[in-house]
């Protein structure tokens, strides 16, 4: 895997939680707070950790953050603050920056201004758990946009030990496997002849209409 060089601004619990993810990922990650207590607690899982304030620009320069392929701006309430801290980086032309909005008035703010990616971690974590709730075969779910989604789906024993071409997916449903994860190895563009035992993990992609209809009816 190579190697990339991330920037966390903000160490609340979601910034907090991106920066440990990415440092025992083996990356370079510099954090950023403005309080001592903050950057004092993820020393220890960042490969620098600094007290800076953002809003500030020579601050930013100081730190080459220029430098950076992603930065991540997880700074909570402050609205200002957020949106000052990202125009900044985009001014210093960070290729990659993703931003924690607050809400919907805050995310068009961050489109306006150039933010690469807009998260809004509680409406997508409830949407994620919500799939999860309603059907205990969905693992996982990924929006791509209203009508598409990719779904992370549980075998049945009702599909245990069929093949692709039994199951017929694509003609039967409209949506295609692309991936089937036994246990830690992962079978990706299966073969048609490919079989499907109970508890395999199958990533699949389709309309979300067409993926609700073989999660409750085909498998
Ligand atoms: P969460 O909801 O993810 O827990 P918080 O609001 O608790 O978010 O965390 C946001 C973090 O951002 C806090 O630790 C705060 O100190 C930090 N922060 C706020 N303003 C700035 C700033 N101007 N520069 C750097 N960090 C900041």
Not at 211 to 217: A, G, M, S, T, V
């Amino acid at each position: 895997m190579k190697k990339k060089q991330f920037a966390v601004i903000g160490l609340g619990r979601f910034g907090g939680s991106i920066c440990k993810e990415l440092y025992n990922m083996g990356h370079q990650v510099l954090a950023i707070d403005v309080r001592d207590e903050k950057v004092n607690e993820f020393a220890p899982f960042a490969t620098h950790a600094v007290i800076a304030n953002t809003t500030d620009e020579k601050a930013l320069q100081s730190l080459g953050i220029g430098n950076f392929e992603y930065v991540i701006v997880a700074i909570g309430d402050d609205i200002q603050t957020s949106i000052l801290t990202t125009l900044l980086l985009k001014e210093m032309n960070v290729p990659n920056v993703w931003v924690k909005a607050q809400n919907s008035y805050h995310h068009k703010v961050l489109e306006k201004i150039g933010a690469d990616r807009i998260i809004h971690p509680e409406q997508d974590m409830g949407i994620r758990i919500a799939q999860h709730l309603t059907s205990e075969k969905i693992v996982d779910y990924i929006e791509l946009s209203e009508e598409y989604s990719i779904v992370e789906l549980l075998a049945t024993s009702k599909i245990h030990n069929k093949s692709l071409v039994d199951l017929n997916v694509r003609a039967k449903y409209g949506c295609t496997i692309l991936a089937i994860k036994r246990g830690e190895t992962v079978h990706v563009s299966p073969v048609p002849n490919e079989v499907i035992y109970e508890k395999d993990l199958l990533i699949v992609i389709g309309h979300k209409n067409d993926l609700k209809r073989f999660e409750e009816d085909g498998m």
